[in-house]
Nanobody, 118 residues
């Protein structure tokens, strides 16, 4: 059974920081690309950051230089360090695991709420 469990969300003031964590189980973690998506009320889910199985990271333009994605294959974890948070970063953040072989294996966590407000 595949599980992705996010944690670390919460309420933070503008300019503050949060670190999201995603614990993966039931997959061969090191072979999966891992991503963080977010969805704000009334908006479509968007890709925030992704890290390949080899460790290459990419970010949506709006979070570059503020967010850092990382992974620890030894403990099956992926992280999203979020600095200089803005009100527009408020959303539910989802962890995603994806692996393409003869088909695409695509798994999602349940999400964690991040609210940036004074």
């Amino acid at each position: 059974q595949v599980q992705l469990v996010e944690s670390g969300g919460g309420l933070v003031q503008p300019g503050g920081s949060l670190r999201l964590s995603c614990a993966a189980s039931g997959i061969t973690f090191r072979t999966y690309a891992m991503s963080w998506y977010r969805q704000a009320p009334g908006r479509e889910r968007e890709l925030v950051a992704e890290i390949s199985s080899s460790g290459t990271a990419n970010y949506v333009e709006s979070v570059k230089s503020r967010f850092t994605i990382s992974r620890d294959n030894a403990v099956n974890m992926v992280y999203l360090q979020m600095n200089s948070l803005k009100p527009e970063d408020t959303a539910v953040y989802y962890c995603n695991a994806r692996h393409t072989a003869w088909t695409t294996f695509d798994y999602w966590g349940q999400g964690t709420q991040v609210t940036v407000s004074s």
